[in-house]
C-alpha cells in the first residue's frame, strides 16, 4: 500500500508561483508513475502532470505546458509540482495519485491523496 501526502497549496494572486508537495510512503516506488490531477467545483477531475518515478520521463496536459514543472526526490520519496504564471482557471483542489502508468486516465491510478486546495485570485 502506498500513502500520500499533499501539501503547499494556498491562495494566490494571478501571475504568481505555488510549488505543491507529494509525500509518499508505505513501500518503494520503483515500478510505479506518479501523476498530478486537479477537480474545481462541479468539474470532473483533470489530469495535470505525470512522472515515471524511475526513468523521470514527464507528461503534461497541454492546459499547464511551459508553466508547471512535475519533479520527484528519490531520495525523499517525494513528488513535486511547481505552478508558474498562475491563472484563476488552475483554482482548484489538487490530488497527488501513484499509478501503474503515467497516462491521463485517473483509472489507472490505484493510491490518491487527501488533495490540497489552490486558489487563483484575478
Known amino acids: 500500500q502506498v500513502q500520500l501526502v499533499e501539501s503547499g497549496g494556498g491562495l494566490v494572486q494571478a501571475g504568481g508561483s505555488l510549488r505543491l508537495s507529494c509525500a509518499a510512503s508505505?513501500?518503494?516506488?520503483?515500478?510505479?508513475?506518479m501523476g498530478w490531477f486537479r477537480q474545481a467545483p462541479g468539474k470532473e477531475r483533470l489530469f495535470v502532470a505525470a512522472i515515471w518515478w524511475t526513468a523521470g520521463d514527464t507528461f503534461y496536459a497541454d492546459s499547464v505546458k511551459g508553466r508547471f514543472t512535475i519533479s520527484r526526490d528519490i531520495a525523499k520519496n517525494t513528488v513535486y509540482l511547481q505552478m508558474n504564471s498562475l491563472k484563476p482557471e488552475d483554482t482548484a483542489v489538487y490530488y497527488c495519485?501513484?499509478?501503474?502508468?503515467?497516462?491521463?486516465?485517473?483509472?489507472?491510478?490505484?493510491?490518491w491523496g487527501q488533495g490540497t486546495q489552490v486558489t487563483v485570485s484575478s
Open positions: 508505505g513501500r518503494t516506488l520503483n515500478s510505479y508513475a
Open positions: 495519485a501513484a499509478g501503474v502508468a503515467a497516462i491521463s486516465d485517473p483509472r489507472m491510478y490505484a493510491h
